[in-house]
């Protein structure tokens, strides 16, 4: 008895690359590293916190430093990125959007806003 020849799942190398799949792959990515990143820092600043004055003044050093500002910054990219994300997948829960080039610009526009927004926060924040 022999195998039918069946066809052969694709890998990454077949599928060309488009901002559909960076969108995605990212909304993943920044789901991930807000729960980690987010819940270390939360948990660092409440433990900082019950500890005291100066623990927690060395939490405010470390977070107000330049290392500080970029993790933070790279956090509210996070969130607006995952939140952009997000309601471009709830828009495509309605059926729509699924076509290539709608697709491709919902995705090109979740990154323009999510860079946008956190730009304007960071402004708001600093100025």
Known sequence: MTTPKRPLS????VYKWGPHMLVSILHRATGDGMALV????LVWALAAAASGPDAY???????TS?????????????????????LRHL????????????????AIATMVAST????????????
């Open 10 to 13: 694709p890998h990454l190398q």
């Open 38 to 41: 987010g819940g270390l820092l």
């Open 57 to 63: 003044g060395f939490f405010l050093k470390v977070m």
């Open 66 to 86: 330049k290392l500080g500002y970029l993790v933070m910054i790279g956090l509210s990219f996070a969130f607006f990125q995952h939140l952009c994300s997000g």
């Open 91 to 106: 828009y495509m829960d309605t059926g729509a959007g699924y076509e290539l080039g709608p697709n491709r610009q919902l």
């Open 116 to 127: 946008l927004l956190t730009a304007a926060l960071w402004a708001v924040i600093l100025l």
